[in-house]
């Protein structure tokens, strides 16, 4: 069975900083990676995914993704953090339905990320 | 900005009531989904659909009965249901093919008394 893990339910850091949030996982086969992130009391957007290529993927907002498959991570970072990053974001992992091709995510807790004036 | 609409967005019921949540998405999409977002736990995949045939339930409790009658639309209905069950339940579609994304609507608040 898939799963993915955020190990830091908190993530703080000082506006001007580069930020990272961790996300490890563990799937068979090939791996589907997703970032989403959360604003208050509204749904999930889509950030970021890795499928295939290259290692480091570009995604909406200034952030990006580094996908490690020695150490089966995949860490969302942004090199300058903004007040209005402050949300909740999720790490998931996709995979097919029963051998079809429908794909599914599974999500890690998500981790809230504060970034401080 | 989304292409997955959710309404209403936010609903208080009590345990004998019965209602519905809508979604609908103009994204042209194949295959639609209900989440369950609750304080405690991961988001949980409740139900998907794909060309409007229900193709995965996750042992949800039958108070919850999904409804697909186009690709377009997907509702849940609710009825008896209890505390615990007040979340926020999104609704997303993809286009199903792995590695697509799946987006999004903004979620449907709900609170049962």
């Known amino acids: 069975a898939q799963s993915v893990a955020q190990p830091e339910d908190q993530v703080n850091v000082a506006e001007g900083n580069p930020l990272t949030v961790k996300c490890t996982y563990s799937?068979?086969?090939?791996?589907?990676l997703f970032w989403y992130v959360q604003y208050p009391n509204r749904g999930l957007q889509f950030l970021l995914k890795y499928i295939t290529g290259d290692n480091l993927v570009k995604g909406s907002y200034g952030f990006e993704a580094e996908f490690n498959k020695s150490q089966t991570s995949f860490h969302l970072k942004k090199p300058s953090a903004l007040v209005s990053d402050s949300a909740l974001y999720f790490c998931?992992?996709?995979?097919?339905?029963?051998?079809?091709?429908?794909?599914?995510?599974?999500f890690g807790r998500g981790t809230q990320l504060t970034v401080w004036p | 900005e989304t292409g997955v609409t959710q309404t209403p967005r936010h609903l208080v019921m009590g345990m004998t009531n019965k209602k519905s949540l809508k979604c609908e998405q103009h994204l042209g999409h194949n295959a639609m989904y209900w989440y369950k977002q609750s304080a405690k736990k991961p988001l949980e995949l409740m139900f998907v659909y794909s060309l409007e045939e229900r193709v995965e339930n996750n042992s949800v409790p039958s108070r919850f009965s999904p409804e697909c009658p186009n690709s377009s639309h997907l509702f849940l209905h609710l009825h008896t249901l209890q505390p615990e069950d007040s979340a926020l339940y999104l609704c997303a579609s993809s286009q199903g093919v792995l590695g697509n994304t799946i987006y999004f609507g903004e979620g449907s608040w709900l609170t049962v008394v």
């Open positions: 998931a992992a996709q995979d097919p339905y029963r051998g079809s091709t429908l794909g599914r995510l599974y």
């Open positions: 799937v068979s086969g090939n791996p589907y």
